[in-house]
């Protein structure tokens, strides 16, 4: 199986570091930009096979970026990584086009294997969360 193309979207410039350390091993992380604006224009000029994208970004918000992506992009996966452990934010993001939600805090342990899952054409959601997808 070929690597991914990563892109990591986030505010946080050291969390995106960490994610970029953390994917290395499995992945080849193509950019990293901290907006959802740059996120749209970003994706479309690097057409990634995977997103790794947060839901409170400046500009353009993750669940708008989103959906604008998958529009664009309807092969990409969308890892939507963020603090919020709720279902109610987990059922939008998989509105928004979502495959995978993982909780920051269980990044360490769960980003990598929820990359994993994507590519094979899998959904995964953090445990112990389970949503309803439309």
């Given amino acids: 199986m070929t690597r991914p193309r990563v892109l990591l979207a986030d ?10 350390k953390l994917l290395t091993h499995d992945c080849d992380v193509i950019g990293q930009v901290s907006d959802g ?10 057409r990634p096979d995977i997103i790794v994208i947060d839901i409170s970004m400046p500009f353009l918000n993750g669940f708008e970026a989103g959906r604008q992506i998958k529009r664009l992009l309807p092969a990409v996966k969308l890892v939507f990584l ?33 990359i994993r899952e994507v590519s094979r054409g899998r959904t995964f959601v953090t445990a112990p969360l389970s949503v309803e997808r439309d």
């Fill in 82 to 114: 963020t603090l919020y452990d709720d279902q109610d934010c987990a059922a939008e993001a998989f509105r928004a086009g979502a495959s995978a939600y993982v909780v920051k805090g269980r990044a360490a342990s769960e980003l990598r294997m929820a």
């Fill in 37 to 46: 604006r740059a996120l749209v224009t970003a994706s479309e000029a690097l």
């Fill in 11 to 20: 505010d946080h410039v050291a969390l995106r570091a960490a994610f970029e």
